[in-house]
């Protein structure tokens, strides 16, 4: 232990050791005086008999008196207080008695208020008894209790009896009862602290000025740790009660007793100068007041710069007041204590004239004072003295036994907690440690040590690495530049990341900056660096792949070391900082010397074997640099001093020495004597060995089980044996993830490959595998000997291996390997590949890839022979192409792997067999290699040929589309002429059936009344289509021009032209809008209708206007007559003169053939849009309505 932090916890031990004091003075200055309570300082001696006697003789006088004269309860009062002022409180508590059972036993007696108010007092003064004296038994603690609560009971029923308001006196008097109840854990009723309180309130309420319940409010107070408020409230009692300047009696007593009160709370409060001050005017006023003298002294060395100040005179100055005193003995242990620090290790003088050691001295005086002293918590102050002594000379279950005493009657102790924490960590009682810090965190806040020491106790318990990242974050965030606060945030974030790999690491970054802090800190800072500090630093940095910031770091450590072990800046204090410093120089040696020996692509062997030869001869014991040497040796190929080496080093440490011989047979497959030296090793190990020797001998043996040379009935054996070993290890260490993984292989050799896959997937779960490439390898191999979809979580496995050690050759392999089992040669040909640009030289790996290449051409010709395209042929050209490409680079590899086998020496064969595990397969199948190339030209000939025949397809394809595209084009052509030819016919067909709907139009329009040639025509009207069903064609005559003869009488000049102008224009305008056309129909039809009524009745009244419309009529039919005759036909004069009757039903029927008319128009104009498919039909249903239309308008042919 550091005498500067002892120190420094001791004063915070008397700084809380003050505190407490303030009760039990406090408590006893409250009790018995009507203005203020005078108690004695160091409390009634109530076991001193002749005291007793005297007191007893001068106040049954006093009481004797008062009864005869009959005296009321306040001269009963006055004479108690007088004794109590005098000092006599034995005299006053038997006057008090006395004066209570002559008003309350009396029969002819009324208690009186004042009556009421010395049962008050005298309860007041049973509980000052109760605190200041310090030889009371607990059982007479309790009866001194139950006497008072009696007392307060009977007084309360008397006020209520006489139904008075309780005053100050009830209200004082019950709260120092609840604080007596609280501080002495004695009958407690619940919070006996809160009711005080609430009671000295209630008592300021009716008295703001009462000294006692001020009094009584400063103590609950102190007890809440609101120090502020305490100091102004015993500042008020000082203010209002003190006397002006005492110089003796219990006056001078109670003055002492409240300015010591203040200087604790000026403590407490950090103000220590007015401490000084106030502890300074207890001194003035009685130079022999020991406690102010010792708290001066312990005041100096606390604020002196020096450490010492005036302290050592106050101490001698309580000494020569009283030097039994208890609070005079622990001061000077304490001082006892600090000269055995600055003495020799362990508190011996270094002079041998007989004297006693100062932590002899030390023990002595605390166990003088620990019988002296009557106070708790003097003895408790005692007792943690006495751990601390224990604690500094290594004897922590003696200290830890003292600290817990210490704590049961001051559990605020904070110094005796923080001390009782480090003796439990000693002891490695982790958890016990962790509990009472978080306890003190709680309580103190998060102070530097604390943290600190609750960091290191995380630490220690190993798996609660987070909660000590957590906690060494706060400790660097308050002590920013604490070099030994950040280098233990370094190791919780190096543990928390061995514990989940997943969680960033931090470690590399705080010692940069630990780095940086003591490059650009000052000398102090760079005092506080340690050899440690740069070693872990130089190792963070090699890991990281910065041998340069490594071999610095290396050489900063090992420079402050030099320095350290000579001498400059102070030098080292004791015998194990010596060691320290000698342990971590050969360790900075010896990491360097390994680094030059691994580093990157260049290693420097040279240095490294000259720095572990240099440290072999300095420290011969030094097992680690004879075992580096060793492997030196082996890696020169000079296996005996290999040998000889590790035989030197089996002194010091025998397992390794030997478990490396091991691995040496092993290398050189001498696997009798390896097993020898591993079983060897098994034999040696340790406690700590045991499990690790194990593991190696188990895996060996499976090795050798696993190896071709075996024999095949030894196998099950070494098998049994690997088992039997892999069991052992996890039976030593149940959470053995490497032996769990061994029980693991050997069931999946053994083709249990469901237990072993359960074995792999709960060896998986560890947190501890979570960056080890070797268990998903495993698992990977029962998934792939499974087969069928398996093969797919197999490569899910190997990817995630691969991504763990990116540069495992074997990792890759077997990688390929799935992918070829599933026939993904593409993507086993690319694991290949990339693997060759990383091994270029490795043969076993180009033959693999020419297996592949050759595998995969040999499927693509397979695959295309099994295929007989008939379309697809591009395709198949370019994996016939693709397939000669591979075959062509299989060949080639071949050639080389069989060349450069060849060209091997027998030597060089011997160690590429040992390497790959299976000598005979490798040897045929290098010697293969040739057959192979053979096979290749084979299948790369079937594949030209199949080429050429689907180059033959493909010509031929091209051909027979040429064909195709000639006759499609013929084709093509024919059908354009056709839908030419439709058109065409489709659109004279529609000028011809416009052309018949003219002639229809001019049809209509011609009048056929009687009297034609007496009558002339109106303006002619716009021509109309014909409506009739029948719709005969109209023929005009073949110069499209009517006689003469029938027109003379009837039209002008000029009407004929007229007529065929009116002819073109009803053409253009039939094709406008149908609807209007069919208005306009139907308004003719009707008047139409209305003339023929109109004739039938004139038909009655002229009968020579029938006559000559007969006439008419014959005239008018008889160009239809001689066009009938031109046409060599028959024809029949028709009556036209019909009766009225009949010419109705002709319009009625001419009226229905036009609306039907109307929709096969419609139909027919439907028909037209849908194309010529159906213009002949279209054309002979045309021909039909211009017929029928003929018929309509000229009757039927003769041949009808």
Request: net charge negative.
């Amino acid at each position: 232990m550091h005498s500067s932090e002892s120190r420094e916890t001791n004063q915070d031990m008397a700084a809380s050791r003050l505190e407490p004091s303030v009760v039990s003075r406090a408590s006893a200055d409250c009790a018995t005086a009507q203005e203020v309570d005078h108690s004695p300082r160091e409390g009634m001696k109530a076991n001193a008999s002749d005291h007793r006697i005297v007191a007893s003789a001068a106040s049954d006088r006093v009481i004797h008196r008062l009864r005869d004269e009959d005296a009321p309860p306040t001269e009963w009062r006055r004479e108690a207080l007088a004794r109590y002022t005098e000092g006599h409180v034995e005299e006053c508590r038997h006057i008090f008695e006395a004066a209570v059972d002559f008003d309350t036993k009396s029969p002819l007696r009324t208690v009186s208020a004042d009556g009421i108010v010395n049962m008050y007092l005298l309860a007041e003064l049973y509980i000052s008894c109760i605190v200041s004296s310090q030889n009371v038994s607990r059982d007479d603690v309790e009866q001194l209790l139950g006497k008072t609560k009696r007392l307060l009971d009977q007084a309360e029923a008397l006020d209520s009896s006489w139904g008075s308001i309780v005053g100050v006196e009830a209200y004082v008097a019950k709260g120092f009862f609840a604080i007596t109840r609280h501080v002495t854990r004695c009958s407690c009723e619940g919070d006996e602290l809160k009711r005080a309180e609430i009671l000295f309130d209630a008592a300021l309420k009716l008295d703001s000025g009462s000294p006692r319940a001020l009094l009584g409010k400063a103590i609950v107070l102190t007890q809440h740790k609101e120090w502020a408020k305490a100091l102004g409230h015993f500042r008020q009692v000082l203010k209002r009660a003190a006397p002006p300047a005492p110089r003796s009696g219990l006056r001078l007593q109670t003055l002492k007793h409240l300015r010591f009160a203040i200087a604790t709370c000026f403590c407490d409060l950090g103000r220590y100068e007015q401490m000084r001050n106030a502890l300074g005017s207890v001194v003035s006023a009685d130079p022999g007041d020991v406690e102010s003298l010792c708290a001066l002294a312990h005041l100096e060395a606390k604020v002196s710069k020096d450490g010492i100040g005036k302290s050592l005179e106050y101490l001698d100055e309580a000494v020569k007041a009283n030097q039994q005193h208890p609070v005079v003995l622990c001061q000077l242990a304490n001082h006892a204590f600090y000269c055995g620090l600055e003495q020799s290790p362990g508190g011996h003088s270094n002079e041998n004239n007989g004297d006693s050691s100062p932590w002899e001295l030390a023990t002595d005086l605390l166990q003088k004072a620990l019988a002296a002293t009557k106070s708790s918590k003097v003895a408790a102050e005692v007792h943690y003295q006495l751990g601390r002594l224990e604690h500094a000379q290594g004897r922590y279950p003696s200290a830890y036994a003292h600290y817990q005493k210490c704590c049961e009657v001051l559990p605020d102790h904070f110094a005796c907690a923080y001390c009782l924490a480090q003796s439990r960590i000693q002891q490695h009682k982790f958890s016990e440690a962790i509990t009472g810090l978080e306890a003190m965190r709680r309580c103190q806040g998060d102070l530097p040590e604390v943290l600190k020491l609750l960091t290191f106790a995380y630490l220690m318990c190993g798996d609660r690495a987070a909660d000590a990242v957590k906690c060494a974050d706060h400790l660097v965030a308050k002590e920013k530049d604490d070099m030994e606060a950040w280098a233990m945030r370094a190791e919780a974030h190096d543990q928390l990341c061995a514990q989940q790999p997943s969680a960033p690491k931090m470690g590399v970054e705080v010692y940069e900056h630990m780095a940086a802090l003591l490059e650009n800190g000052d000398g102090d800072k760079r005092a506080s660096a340690s050899p440690q500090m740069w070693n872990n630093l130089g190792t963070l940095r090699g890991l990281q792949g910065d041998p340069h910031g490594a071999k610095e770091a290396y050489s900063k450590g090992l420079e402050l070391a030099e320095r350290l072990l000579v001498g400059d800046g102070g030098g080292p204090s004791s015998l194990e900082e010596v060691k320290d410093l000698h342990i971590a120089r050969l360790t900075m040696r010896f990491n360097r010397a390994w680094l030059a020996e691994n580093e990157g692509d260049e290693p420097n062997y040279m240095q490294a074997t000259q720095d572990y030869m240099a440290i072999n001869e300095e420290h011969n014991w030094y097992a680690d640099s004879l075992l580096q040497l060793g492997a030196q040796w082996q890696r020169m190929g000079e296996a005996d001093i290999a040998v000889q080496r590790y035989q030197e080093a089996m002194k010091q440490s025998p397992v390794l020495a030997t478990l490396m011989q091991a691995e040496l047979h092993r290398n050189q497959g001498e696997y009798t004597k390896a097993l020898q030296s591993a079983e060897l090793a098994v034999s040696c190990a340790g406690e700590k060995q045991f499990h690790y020797a194990h593991v190696y001998l188990g895996n060996l043996y499976f090795e050798v089980a696993c190896t071709a040379s075996t024999r095949h009935g030894d196998r099950e054996a070494y098998l049994h044996k690997a088992l039997r070993n892999f069991t052992k290890a996890l039976e030593h260490k149940k959470d053995s993830h490497y032996a769990a993984n061994g029980i693991g292989m050997v069931f999946a050799h053994r083709g249990k490959l469901d237990f072993a896959r359960r074995t792999f997937q709960s060896v998986m779960q560890h947190h501890a595998m979570g960056g080890d490439p070797s268990v998903f390898v495993n698992l990977g191999h029962t998934y792939l000997q499974s087969g069928g979809d398996n093969a797919r979580k197999a490569i899910a496995l190997y990817e995630r291996a691969k991504r763990l050690r990116p540069h495992d050759l074997k990792v890759r392999l077997y990688l390929a390997k799935a992918h070829f089992r599933l026939k993904e040669f593409d993507r086993c040909i690319g694991v290949l590949g990339d693997a060759t640009q990383i091994w270029p030289d490795d043969l076993l790996l180009r033959y693999n890839l020419a297996i592949s290449l050759e595998k995969f051409g040999a499927h693509l010709v397979s695959e295309e022979k099994r295929t007989q395209r008939v379309v697809g042929v591009d395709n198949g050209m370019q994996q016939m192409n693709h397939a000669v490409q591979l075959l062509n680079s299989a060949a080639r590899l071949f050639d080389y792997v069989y060349n450069q086998w060849m060209g091997m020496t027998d030597e060089e064969r011997k160690q590429m067999m040992e390497a790959s595990g299976s000598s005979d397969d490798i040897n045929d199948e290098m010697l293969s290699a040739s057959a192979h190339q053979r096979y290749c030209s084979d299948i790369q000939n079937k594949a030209q040929e199949e080429l050429v025949l689907l180059q033959a397809k493909r010509a031929d394809i091209e051909r027979r589309m040429q064909e195709n595209a000639g006759f499609e084009e013929e084709e093509q052509k024919q059908m354009q002429a056709q839908q030419q030819l439709a058109t065409s016919r489709q659109e004279q067909l529609v000028e011809d059936i416009d052309r018949a709907k003219d002639l229809e139009e001019k049809a209509k329009q011609i009048d056929l009344g009687k009297n034609l040639e007496a009558r002339t025509f109106k303006t002619a009207a716009k021509p109309r289509e014909l409506k009739d069903k029948k719709g005969a064609k109209a023929k005009l005559q073949a110069n499209g021009e009517l006689e003469a003869s029938q027109v003379v009488g009837e039209l002008g000049p000029d009407d004929g032209a007229d007529d065929v102008m009116a002819d073109e224009r009803t053409g253009k305008k039939y094709k406008k809008d149908k609807k209007s056309r069919k208005d306009t129909d139907a308004k003719k039809d009707k008047r139409r209708h209305k003339k023929s009524k109109k004739r039938g009745r004139d038909d009655d009244n002229n009968e020579d206007d029938d006559k000559s419309l007969e006439d008419g009529m014959d005239d008018v039919a008889s160009p239809a007559q001689s066009d009938q005759g031109r046409n060599g036909q028959a024809t029949q004069e028709q009556d036209v003169a019909a009766e009225p009757g009949m010419e109705e039903s002709r319009q009625e029927k001419k009226h229905d053939k036009k609306h039907k008319k109307d929709k096969k128009a419609k139909k027919h104009k439907k028909s037209r849009k849908h194309g010529g498919a159906d213009s002949e039909n279209e054309v002979a249903s045309a021909d039909a309505d211009n017929k029928a239309m003929e018929e309509e308008l000229f009757g039927p042919d003769g041949d009808e």
